[in-house]
């Protein structure tokens, strides 16, 4: 088998701080360090290229994660090319200088500056992508893989993409116009170029294979997100400087107290009606006065964040009597104790292609309800408590359900901890290879 070509746009983007880890990020940049430690233990002649088809991008400081991934010697990043030649601006101006008269016609119509810009950009394109290609056959690349945001058809080689969800086509209303634009474009550029595609559960297999016509020859794989062992790694409990920043918020934080989110902010996630049912559980005196309920996370769109905010202000306008605290992002170190002191997390989401936070809450032996739809029911398997995320009355059962009976959360602890064990980073990259060698051949 020849070399493979990772895009890894989305990474360079990122710098690798978990306010940019989003569930894309995590995945992709898990995948690729699992098949590079893979290769590296069991193929000698095998090296994974990583490149971007965004030149603007190189020129950024690489992160550490990406630098991490380098001190592998299987991976080799391109990132120097010779500067591209200068556009001859002055035969440009000539040419414009003859249709100048017709130029102020068309402007009328069409906008020709942003024409200039596109074309000027679509040359400096091209001649990268001659660059790349050649640099890819240099190193006897066989198999590009694209990333999310960055795709391009390119022939002489087999193109893979990762297929994480499609709400942005099942659940529209769920997503920004550019979002679902994105995803359009996604589905079409699988369907027409890609040899291979990855699923990240069955469930976006199963909603794939419904809502996309792809090619006969298509092969499809999944590759299930793991733990990285670093995330799991013994850490200082930052739990006593976590209760110094909420104090600041509200009273006290207390271990095994409080229930727990963490995600991006946006309407899927069904937060709002989270912090509804935690508040009607209070006024209602049906949950112990110490419980707590702590959602962290940055500001996806919908301003869903800014909202609950509203609404606690609304609803606890006595700062020291309010029992539910928003974070914003915060570490790895501090996310992890917030999992790991939790009673339990919850993640009523209306649909995800994995739901890495149900994962790892179970790996840190956290207890878990979410969302019996999509992915979440692979994931979760009988180690969670099932919630119908629609169905205001079922979350508020369900919350009270698990206070009213703490021997269950031992019990759920124990399973939680067994389900983890099926998600591993070595198993899917093990399967990865296979898939490419499939390819290959």
């Known amino acids: 088998m020849k070399n493979i070509a990772f895009e890894i746009s989305p990474l360079l983007l990122a710098s690798g701080s978990f306010g940019d880890k989003s569930g894309v990020y995590r995945y992709y940049y898990g995948l690729i360090k699992a098949y590079g430690e893979y290769v590296k233990k069991n193929y000698k002649d095998i090296q994974i290229i ?82 790349l290609i050649k640099e890819f056959k240099k190193n006897k690349v066989d198999i590009v893989y694209h990333s999310e945001t960055c795709f391009y058809p390119i022939s002489g080689f087999k193109s893979v993409l990762t297929v994480y969800d499609l709400t942005p086509i099942i659940m529209y209303y769920f997503h920004r116009s550019e979002t679902n634009d994105l995803s359009q474009r996604k589905l079409y550029f699988a369907r027409k170029y890609c040899k291979g595609l990855v699923c990240i559960s069955q469930s976006t297999k199963n909603d794939l294979l419904k809502h996309c016509l792809l090619k006969k020859n298509t092969n499809i794989t999944i590759c299930y997100p793991g733990l990285d062992q670093s995330f799991l790694a013994k850490r200082n409990d930052m739990f006593n400087d976590l209760k110094r920043i909420i104090s600041k918020k509200t009273d006290v934080l207390k271990k095994n107290r409080y229930l727990f989110f963490y995600s991006t902010f946006e309407p899927r996630k069904n937060i709002f009606n989270l912090i509804q049912v935690f508040s009607d559980l209070c006024k209602d005196n049906q949950i112990p006065h110490d419980f707590k309920l702590v959602l962290m996370g940055g500001e996806g769109w919908g301003k869903v964040k800014q909202k609950a905010v509203n609404f606690i202000k609304e609803n606890f306008p006595i700062e020291d009597k309010n029992r539910i605290i928003i974070l914003d992002y915060l570490s790895d170190d501090y996310l992890i104790s917030l999992i790991k002191n939790a ?69 759920l602890r124990k399973l939680g901890l067994q389900q983890a064990k099926k998600f591993n980073w070595n198993q899917s990259a093990k399967k990865l290879h296979q898939f490419f060698q499939e390819l290959a051949s």
């Open 50 to 131: 990583l490149f971007s088809f965004n030149r603007d991008l190189l020129n950024l400081p690489v992160n550490r994660e990406i630098l991490e991934l380098l001190d592998n010697k299987v991976f080799l990043l391109l990132s120097r090319f010779p500067e591209p030649k200068s556009i001859d601006f002055d035969s440009l101006k000539v040419v414009t200088n003859i249709f100048k008269p017709f130029l102020k016609i068309i402007n009328l119509i069409l906008p020709m500056k942003k024409i200039y810009t596109y074309l000027i950009d679509n040359i400096r394109f091209k001649s990268y992508l001659k660059l």
């Open 343 to 411: 009673y339990t997390v919850v993640y009523p989401s209306f649909y995800e292609g994995f739901g890495l936070p149900v994962l790892e809450s179970m790996a840190l032996g956290t207890p878990v309800l979410t969302s019996y739809n999509s992915s979440l029911i692979e994931v979760g398997g009988n180690a969670v408590i099932y919630c119908d995320p629609h169905n205001y009355y079922d979350l508020k059962n369900k919350i009270k359900y698990l206070i009213d009976n703490p021997s269950q959360i031992e019990k």
